[in-house]
């Protein structure tokens, strides 16, 4: 099993497919080529997670950031698809399983998918922006990613200044 993100547009739907371990590494094209999408019309992103085996907080808040800027453009939002039992328990420790649609009904995913680049999400900001959204989900996740977010905050400023 490869580590990694696949995806393919059709008209309106986007179809991702996460595979082994998604983290931070795969953020930063990913958000660029998603958020692109969105703002061109996407209005519906499928998400198969059966092969996840693990998710780290930046790509979870990542896929907040994603369903909330289909929303700001008007779309349905992110589904996800027959998420494998760690990539469930990801989700629903977070409490993005109550903003999310997961669904265990496997959908029709286009067989030819393209792999997204991974590059490292080195901009604090965007690691910041990944874990307010989780922070926005429930009086848990601020508590747990606090002082995440000072450090984060620190190094923004500096850079800054």
Not at 66 to 77: C, I, N
Request: charged content about 20%.
């Amino acid at each position: 099993m490869t580590d990694g993100i696949s995806m393919t547009s059709q008209g309106e739907d986007l179809f991702l497919r996460g595979e082994g371990s998604l983290n931070a590494r795969n953020c930063d094209e990913f958000r660029k080529q998603v958020y692109s999408l969105v703002q061109g019309g996407v209005k519906k992103v499928h998400l198969d997670l059966a092969k996840c085996s693990y998710m780290d907080s930046t790509f979870l808040g990542l896929l907040v950031g994603v369903h909330k800027k289909l929303r700001q453009f008007g779309g349905v939002g992110l589904t996800v698809y027959t998420p494998s039992a760690s990539a469930q328990e990801h989700l629903h420790s977070m409490g993005i399983d109550r903003i999310i649609t997961i669904s265990g009904v496997t959908f029709p995913f286009p067989e030819i998918m393209e792999t997204c680049t991974s590059r490292p999400t080195e901009n604090p900001q965007d690691i910041l922006t990944a874990h307010q959204h989780l922070m926005d989900l429930s009086a848990e996740n601020r508590k747990r990613f606090a002082i995440l977010a000072q450090v984060l905050d620190k190094e923004i400023q500096k850079k800054i200044i």
